[in-house]
């Protein structure tokens, strides 16, 4: 078993990222390759709902790791459709163990979940280790817990599946539609003049625990390693930080002074999610290494100069 130290560093793998060309998937092949690995994935060119799709690339790949990132991650859009967020992240991820355990059976499998597993209570505490009960309550947080069961049950079959709960991880590059991003390039579009100077947030009273995805990209990397003993693992910051706090960090970065208007349809109550990532940093010596306010200003940074593109 890995100690507490530096960062695990597994032996060169064939590694196969299922949603390779989303946000975090686009930023892990490089980083794995940076590992020196060899890393190939795919993205909608193969439906990890289809079991002879998906069986083709993995019989082409024929990697010794799989990183399943593949799934419908929108929260709000999970509401909207909640049968093709059930299909994409419950069926994608039995379909993958599936084929998994039928031509790579000793391959290492990473099973991406989310802190949202947990539910999110309503008054701060302790941060959520892996023992808290999970509370799932969106159709997203649903299907997650339920692939995460999957994943359990194959591991209790002998396949080697590490089940990962990732609490929220920002960086450049990440879509609007995701809090920290949301704000970043509203004050990036009010600093240019190309916004009023008003600002559509939704509650900022709640806490949520935030990560540069670089640093979960170190976590992904470290959980590679065989010795590490395939278990469930939080990916998190251990910060516990108020939206409010996100919101006045980029407002004062940017140099502006906007209107906040509460937006309904953005609006739920006061909630709280912080996780506890010792666990981790116990099997792999994994640590986050970047500070909020660097992960706000590269987000603000690569806003600014995207609506500078489009002039």
């Known amino acids: 078993m890995a100690i507490a130290g530096p960062i695990c560093q597994p032996a060169r793998m064939r590694v196969f990222v299922t949603g390779a060309s989303g946000f975090v998937g686009r930023r892990l092949l490089p980083r794995l390759r940076a590992a020196g690995h060899e890393a190939t994935g795919c993205d909608r060119e193969v439906d990890v709902t289809q079991p002879e799709a998906l069986r083709a690339a993995l019989v082409r790949a024929e990697p010794d790791a799989v990183i399943h990132l593949a799934a419908m991650s929108d929260v709000a859009l999970s509401w909207r459709e909640p ?10 991820t039995r379909t993958l163990l599936t084929e998994v355990a039928r031509v790579r059976p000793a391959a290492r499998v990473l099973l991406v979940g989310s802190a949202d597993q947990y539910g999110p209570t309503s008054e701060a505490g302790s941060p959520f280790d892996e023992t808290t009960p999970q509370r799932p309550r969106s159709p997203y947080a ?14 209790e ?3 080697d599946v590490v089940r990962i709960r990732a609490f929220n991880h920002t960086g450049a590059g990440q879509s609007d539609q995701f809090v920290a991003s949301s704000f970043a390039r509203q004050v990036a579009r009010i600093r240019l003049g190309r916004q009023e100077a008003s600002l559509r947030v939704g509650n900022l009273d709640s806490v949520r625990d935030f990560l540069h995805v670089d640093d979960v990209l170190d976590a992904y990397v470290a959980l590679l390693d065989p010795s590490v003993p395939a278990a469930v693992y939080n990916v998190a910051g251990e910060r516990a930080t108020p939206i409010r706090d996100v919101l006045d960090r980029l407002v004062a970065l940017a140099g502006v002074a906007p209107r906040v208007e509460v937006d309904p349809d953005r609006f739920r109550p006061t909630d709280w999610l912080v996780g506890d990532s010792s666990r981790l940093t116990r099997a792999t010596g994994w640590r986050p290494r970047t500070s909020l306010d660097a992960i706000l200003r590269e987000l603000y940074e690569h806003w600014l100069a995207a609506e500078c593109r489009e002039t």
């Open 83 to 92: 049968l093709r967020c059930y299909r994409i992240n419950f069926v994608g």
């Open 142 to 155: 649903r299907s997650k817990a339920a692939a995460e069961a999957l994943g359990t049950q194959a591991a």
């Open 157 to 159: 079959q002998g396949l």
